[in-house]
């Protein structure tokens, strides 16, 4: 009895581990990839264990750039993505609890037909319009821009119909109480609904976050810059060299800086999204 | 502290319903008036139109002498209690208490003033730093009440608020309400849709059903005097027993009385007869005036203080009751003190005295008095 329970914890772990070991490998393989000379990487007999020039390899890839080619220092970049991902995640998220706020809660003519309009949106991603998108930024005079960067990527659909679901599920009780209770709509709106919707924010925030830092075509299409590139545009540089070989540990560097971002949000977010379970009651 | 008067106000919807159908009503200053039907009747619509959450299309509100059909919910003076107590979930009771007051701009000291009040009042005072969710549900009840009671307003409106508790958290909070609201002599009108809750609460009772007020009245009144078939069978546990009778049936029962001329119950072609299952006596003889039925014992009821007898009329088909609530024609309800009770299938004679009789028109729409 007691043998067949320990076999059957065993084998899912097993499958489990080998689940783990496929997706971790690659992520393994370029942080040791990032500490070692590029002779040792390019020479075809790629090493397991880490090498000394870790602290060499980042402190050129984030500061000083290399001398070689004319890449920038990839800190810049990380800013540049950073205010990206962060502007376009703000900016999805006000725009849609706003739009959603109106949806769900006013009545007011063609409602529905902004509601399906919004809707019909999903089907129009920014690699479906990018050459008006295109045009009216840079009529706008906004190519290498942050605005440029964030503003045509700011409607969301998705994150509309996700505040219209949860804002559907506030009681109208709760709006009647606060009519009485005084609150006009933007008294509702701060104190009541933006407080219950803290939970819906945080997990709206790391998708949001995610899909802002990883942007590729947009970015690539509006930036001519140096020092307005993404980092994702980055590595596609640091590896696309001309004349010369290409730098292993610096791509690797980059590559694992720019996985870093994303990371830390999704584990400091989940502690916020776990408190916001516990603490916020519906 | 005002009084509520309601003239000729009606609800009709753009698709055409009429929700109410013209209703006159008025709560004199200090008054608990309790509005009682069915599901659907339009109790809880009207309430919401005194409270402003409803649009009138007919008719004039008027709360301590100014006509509201046009202002604001947090103009009118009144104060809400919802079914599901509308808490706000993120805040602590406290703040529960004082956003209300915060909202209009009260200085803090005087907030705070009210909110230990209403506390003090309702033994909230440790929980003023829990969250709604930390609370069980009659805690939660209280807070609901206080939120209403710092207000300090003109009316008080509660919309079935004890129907989420439990029945004998139900009882206790009826007479808290009940204590409360004679400490504050605020005007309240209370909706709910039961007939016990109503009988025990209300100075002024409304009976209402398909959008129309059936009776007002005071609710021994209503009891002892029902106007309709429908307010004898919605007032009071079990409902009143209704026989249709013939019209030969009427003369020979309430014709022979000098109070009652032979137009009166008799010049409808028939009526409808009524009496309460604890007015019945189980007895061989028969009252000068009354009415006896032989029954067929079908069921029994203890409930330790009293038995119901489920009878049986012999010579009357079986039926299937018209409405819900009242009893299938030809079942009887008996209501006897006591656990001593019938067997089932015995035969029993239950009697009436002409006293407790009541007459309706046939349609039920008219208590006939003889």
Redesign the interface.
């Known amino acids: 009895m007691v043998e067949h329970r320990r076999f059957g914890n065993l084998l899912p772990h097993l499958v489990l581990l080998a689940g783990v070991a496929i997706v971790a490998f690659p992520v393994y393989l370029a942080i040791i990839a990032s500490t070692h000379d590029n002779a040792v990487i390019a020479n075809g007999q790629m090493p397991l264990i880490p090498g000394s020039h870790a602290i060499e390899t980042y402190w050129n890839t984030i500061v000083s750039g290399t001398g070689r080619t004319t890449r920038a220092p990839v800190g810049g970049m990380m800013l540049n993505s950073l205010i990206m991902a962060l502007g376009i995640a703000a900016g999805k998220i006000a725009i849609s609890i706003i739009s959603a706020y109106a949806i769900v809660f006013f009545s007011f003519p063609f409602r529905m037909t902004a509601f399906w309009t919004i809707f019909i949106t999903l089907m129009l991603p920014v690699e479906v319009r990018i050459y008006p998108t295109y045009k009216i930024t840079s009529d706008l005079h906004m190519l290498d821009s942050y605005a440029g960067l964030i503003l045509p990527l700011i409607a969301s659909a998705t994150a509309t119909l996700l505040f219209r679901q949860f804002f559907m599920t506030v009681?109208k009780?709760?709006v009647?109480?606060s009519?009485?209770?005084?609150?006009g709509p933007i008294?509702f709106f701060w104190?009541?609904l933006l407080?219950?919707s803290v939970t819906n924010i945080a997990a709206l925030f790391v998708i949001l976050f995610i899909y802002g830092w990883n942007q590729y075509l947009w970015p690539l299409l509006i930036t001519t810059r140096d020092d307005m590139q993404t980092i994702v545009i980055g590595i596609k540089k640091i590896i696309d060299v001309h004349d010369a070989l290409t730098e292993w540990q610096v791509a690797m560097a980059t590559a694992v800086l720019a996985m870093l971002p994303p990371v830390a949000v999704v584990v400091l977010m989940q502690r916020l999204f776990v408190k916001g379970l516990i603490?916020?009651?519906? | 502290m005002a009084s509520v008067t309601l003239r000729n106000v009606s609800k009709t919807y753009p698709s055409g319903f009429e929700a109410i159908k013209g209703i006159g009503l008025e709560v004199a200053d200090g008054q608990f008036c309790v509005l009682v039907g069915p599901s659907g009747c339009g109790k809880s619509t009207l309430l919401r139109m005194v409270?402003?959450?409803e649009t009138i299309t007919g008719g004039d509100i008027d709360i301590g002498g100014r006509i509201v059909n046009a202002i604001?919910?947090?103009e009118r003076d009144?104060?809400?209690v919802?079914?599901?107590y509308?808490?706000?979930?993120?805040m602590s009771v406290y703040n529960n208490m004082a956003?209300?007051l915060r909202?209009?701009g009260m200085p803090k000291p005087e907030i705070d003033t009210r909110v230990q009040e209403a506390a003090r009042i309702l033994e909230l005072g440790p929980m003023l730093d829990r969250?709604?969710?930390q609370l069980s549900g009659g805690q939660r009840q209280r807070v609901a009440m206080g939120?209403a009671i710092v207000r300090q307003p003109k009316v008080f409106l509660f919309d079935e608020p004890l129907s989420n508790l439990d029945a004998k958290l139900r009882i206790a909070m009826r007479v808290e309400i009940r204590k409360l609201q004679r400490r504050l002599m605020t005007t309240s009108i209370y909706v709910t849709h039961d007939q016990l809750e109503a009988m025990t609460l209300a100075d002024i009772l409304v009976v209402m059903n398909g959008g129309q007020v059936e009776q007002i009245g005071n609710p021994l009144e209503i009891y002892q005097k029902p106007a309709t078939t429908f307010v004898a069978s919605f007032i009071g546990a079990p409902p009143m027993n209704l026989m249709p009778l013939r019209s030969d049936e009427i003369k020979s029962q309430f014709s022979g009385d000098s109070r009652a001329g032979d137009g009166r119950a008799a010049g409808s072609d028939a009526g409808i007869l009524g009496i309460r299952p604890e007015d019945f006596q189980i007895s061989s003889d028969t009252p000068a005036g009354g009415i006896v039925l032989d029954l067929t014992v079908e069921a029994i009821e203890r409930v330790g203080a009293e038995t119901f007898i489920y009878g049986a009329r012999q010579h009357v088909a079986q039926g299937v009751a018209a409405n819900p609530g009242e009893l299938p024609p030809g079942e009887v309800i008996v209501r006897i003190p006591g656990a001593i009770a019938p067997a089932i299938g015995e035969r029993i004679r239950a009697v009436a005295p002409r006293e407790k009789l009541h007459l309706f028109s046939a349609d039920g729409r008219k208590r006939i008095d003889f």
């Open positions: 009681p009780e709760l009647e109480a009519k009485i209770d005084g609150a008294r104190d009541t407080p219950l603490e916020t009651e519906k | 409270a402003g959450l604001e919910p947090a009144i104060a809400m919802f079914q599901n509308a808490l706000y979930p993120h956003y209300g909202n209009r969250k709604p969710q939120r």
